[in-house]
């Protein structure tokens, strides 16, 4: 457990949470909607084991954080509507659905080669990937009955065996991203969530 300053974190504890992400580990993280549960990227052992954790079927990827919209368009197909609309909205509570480019390893990326991606409006993890220099991979901290988490003591107790690390950002009572496809430029609402969605209706 590794308590980090929400609003303005502590540079030398975020460089050693990435320490633990860069050797192979699995942490929990504060984000703007819930404690989220990931590792590096191309950890592909990581995200394995977060599939068991999650026991989630490997046909439903999970989404990723990127730093901003220049490392988004690293990791998928941006076109100008794409670009402008995501520029108007993030950081924030938002997942956005977009086709995924070749550096995303295919265990994160639909039978239609799409990911959903994120940048929350949260100091913490935003420090964590601009340091480790790749994406993180996001999945909310919830139990088995489907419960999100909000206390990060809670968290590190229910998911000991598998955690390297909880970083402690305090309480967070969860709350979803929204979900937009921006597939094709045409926006489609798949989840209602924290995110205002009346633009896309």
Same mark, same amino acid.
């Given at each position: 457990?590794l308590?980090?300053?929400?609003?303005?974190p502590?540079?030398?504890? =975020?460089?050693?949470?990435?320490?633990v992400?860069?050797?192979?580990? /699995?942490?929990?993280?504060?984000?703007?909607?819930?404690?989220g549960?990931?590792?590096?990227?191309?950890?592909?052992?990581?995200?394995?084991k977060i599939?068991?954790?999650?026991? #989630? @079927?490997? @046909?439903?990827?999970?989404?990723?954080?990127?730093?901003?919209?220049?490392? /988004?368009?690293?990791?998928?197909?941006? %076109?100008?509507?794409?670009?402008?609309t995501m520029?108007r909205?993030l950081?924030?509570?938002?997942?956005?659905? =977009?086709?995924? %480019?070749?550096?995303v390893?295919?265990?994160?990326?639909? #039978?239609?080669?799409?990911?959903?991606? #994120?940048v929350?409006?949260?100091?913490?993890?935003?420090?964590?990937?601009k340091?480790?220099?790749?994406?993180? /991979?996001s999945? @909310?901290a919830? #139990?088995?009955?489907?419960?999100?988490?909000? +206390?990060?003591?809670? /968290?590190a107790d229910?998911?000991? &065996?598998?955690l390297? =690390?909880?970083?402690?950002?305090?309480?967070i009572? &969860?709350?979803?991203? %929204?979900?937009? %496809? =921006?597939?094709d +430029?045409?926006?489609?609402i798949?989840?209602?969530?924290?995110?205002?969605? @009346?633009?896309?209706?």
């Amino acid at each position: 457990m590794l308590r980090i300053n929400p609003q303005n974190p502590q540079d030398r504890l =975020l460089r050693q949470v990435v320490q633990v992400l860069a050797d192979g580990g /699995i942490i929990a993280y504060p984000t703007d909607t819930c404690y989220g549960i990931g590792c590096d990227l191309f950890n592909k052992g990581g995200i394995e084991k977060i599939y068991q954790l999650k026991r #989630r @079927s490997l @046909s439903k990827p999970f989404s990723f954080i990127c730093a901003d919209l220049k490392n /988004i368009s690293e990791y998928a197909r941006v %076109s100008n509507y794409a670009y402008k609309t995501m520029k108007r909205l993030l950081p924030g509570p938002y997942t956005f659905i =977009l086709e995924g %480019s070749r550096l995303v390893p295919k265990i994160m990326l639909t #039978r239609r080669k799409t990911a959903g991606i #994120r940048v929350p409006n949260h100091a913490i993890c935003l420090g964590l990937v601009k340091l480790l220099g790749h994406p993180i /991979i996001s999945t @909310s901290a919830s #139990r088995t009955d489907g419960l999100v988490m909000s +206390d990060p003591y809670e /968290i590190a107790d229910y998911f000991k &065996p598998y955690l390297d =690390l909880v970083v402690d950002g305090g309480v967070i009572m &969860p709350e979803p991203s %929204s979900v937009i %496809s =921006l597939i094709d +430029d045409v926006p489609e609402i798949i989840r209602v969530g924290k995110g205002e969605v @009346s633009a896309f209706e």
